[in-house]
């Protein structure tokens, strides 16, 4: 629980939540009233995107970590300020813009880049320095989300499972349903009325695809799928990256941004590489429904992948049931990850989990987080 200290569940809750996630693309914000259960009034919510320097910068330094065999790689403290500070400016921004009072925040939840993950090994590292985002911003951060679980067997990932699983909830829904995270990796929620979720990662999504572009065209992302679209699936390389092991082993299981390379596409155009890539992500997703409890009736779509026709396709030529993107389900698939973690936020303040056995695989319900607690706030 993050520094001992109990909020009262009594009370919503104002909180931002802050994720810069794999796809390494910007920060997005969003602002919540919770009470980290089923009370969630959403407000307002943005993204800043990071310039091109910090873009490659952190892809450069992912990786160095990558290369390195022991010690992480030198000049991280450097790129650790930078990005807070950029958090802190996003911060600011986004109080002038929605015209919100600062002191109506009590909390930011930070989750902070992640550069390393390897819960074989016990080991993660979201860079993001938490003391100097409170002090910078005048208000009190929970952060470090993943760590606790880690120590309690967990993979650490996905975290967000709870927060879709509480927006279900609160909307009423009956049906049986499968969010899909196309991220910088793609991962499952799977939710029933009644029943505790069932979350894990899937396979390399966006990461994968958006690294192949930029290679070869420069683009920082497949816009609409152009490219793929212009492409054909080599069906010997789709085949070679399927039998990766990581695809076949059951969850709980997690991902590192960096464990799947573009290495087997090689030999392809840009085009057909592209093309491949979809349809290897579209597929993985459909063969992890083998690892659900029961197929669901709806499939929300959620994450950058959903604005990608092709991929899109390529998903609902595969899936059983109905495909709606997270706008036709009434979320806010740009920003449920920073909606989750200002969530997630307030649940490791009042000591609730963050975690359960059937999402990250930790041997009990988990709490979570640190907290740094700005005086006189």
Same mark, same amino acid.
């Given at each position: 629980?993050?520094?001992?200290? /109990?909020?009262?569940? @009594? !009370?919503?809750?104002?909180?931002? $939540? *802050?994720?810069?996630?794999?796809?390494?693309?910007?920060? =997005?914000?969003?602002?919540?009233?919770?009470? $980290? %259960?089923?009370?969630?009034?959403?407000?307002?919510?943005?993204?800043?995107? &990071?310039?091109?320097? @910090?873009?490659?910068? *952190?892809? %450069?330094?992912?990786d160095q970590v990558k290369a390195a065999s022991d010690d992480l790689p030198g000049g991280m403290d450097s790129i650790e300020r930078d990005?807070?500070?950029? #958090? /802190? %400016?996003? /911060?600011?921004?986004f109080l002038q813009r929605e015209n919100i009072k600062r002191e109506s925040v009590q909390l930011l939840g930070f989750h902070g880049q992640t550069v390393l993950h390897r819960p074989e090994c016990g080991e993660t590292l979201q860079l993001g320095d938490a003391?100097?985002?409170?002090?910078?911003?005048?208000?009190? /951060? !929970? &952060? =470090?989300?993943?760590?606790?679980?880690?120590? $309690?067997?967990?993979? $650490?990932?996905?975290? !967000?499972? *709870? &927060? #879709?699983?509480?927006?279900t909830e609160s909307q009423g829904k009956s049906d049986v349903v499968c969010v899909v995270n196309l991220g910088g990796i793609a991962n499952l929620t799977w939710i029933a009325p009644n029943t505790p979720p069932v979350a894990f990662d899937v396979a390399p999504c966006n990461?994968?695809?958006?690294?192949? !572009?930029? @290679? #070869?065209?420069?683009?920082?992302?497949?816009?609409?799928?152009r490219l793929a679209q212009q492409g054909r699936a080599d %069906?010997?390389?789709?085949?070679?990256?399927?039998?990766?092991?990581?695809?076949?082993?059951?969850?709980?299981k997690s991902l590192d941004r960096l464990d799947f390379t573009d290495e087997?596409?090689?030999?392809l155009s840009p085009a057909d590489g592209a093309a491949t890539i979809v349809d290897f992500i579209a597929e993985t997703i459909a @063969?992890?429904?083998? &690892?659900?409890?029961?197929?669901?009736n709806v499939w929300v779509l959620c994450g950058g992948g959903r604005r990608n026709p092709v991929l899109c396709a390529a998903l609902s030529s595969r899936l059983s049931g109905k495909s709606v993107t997270a706008e036709e389900w009434g979320w806010n698939g740009d920003h449920i990850e920073a909606e989750a973690f200002a969530w997630l936020a307030v649940r490791s303040m009042r000591g609730l989990p963050l975690t359960l056995p059937s999402t990250t695989g930790v041997s009990h319900p988990m709490c979570g987080g640190r907290r740094v607690t700005v005086p006189n706030h």
């Open positions: 629980m993050a520094g001992g200290v /109990v909020i009262d569940a @009594r !009370v919503l809750v104002g909180t931002i $939540g *802050l994720m810069s996630g794999t796809s390494l693309d910007g920060i =997005d914000l969003a602002f919540l009233k919770t009470d $980290g %259960e089923s009370q969630v009034q959403r407000g307002a919510s943005a993204t800043v995107a &990071y310039p091109d320097a @910090r873009r490659r910068r *952190l892809r %450069e330094f992912l990005l807070t500070l950029a #958090h /802190v %400016e996003a /911060v600011e921004m003391e100097l985002l409170a002090r910078e911003t005048g208000i009190n /951060v !929970v &952060y =470090d989300f993943r760590s606790e679980d880690m120590r $309690g067997g967990g993979q $650490g990932a996905p975290l !967000v499972p *709870l &927060y #879709h699983a509480a927006l990461g994968l695809l958006d690294d192949w !572009v930029a @290679r #070869h065209t420069g683009a920082p992302m497949d816009a609409d799928g %069906e010997a390389t789709l085949a070679l990256m399927l039998s990766h092991p990581f695809l076949s082993k059951p969850p709980p087997p596409l090689a030999d @063969r992890a429904t083998t &690892y659900l409890p029961a197929l669901p």
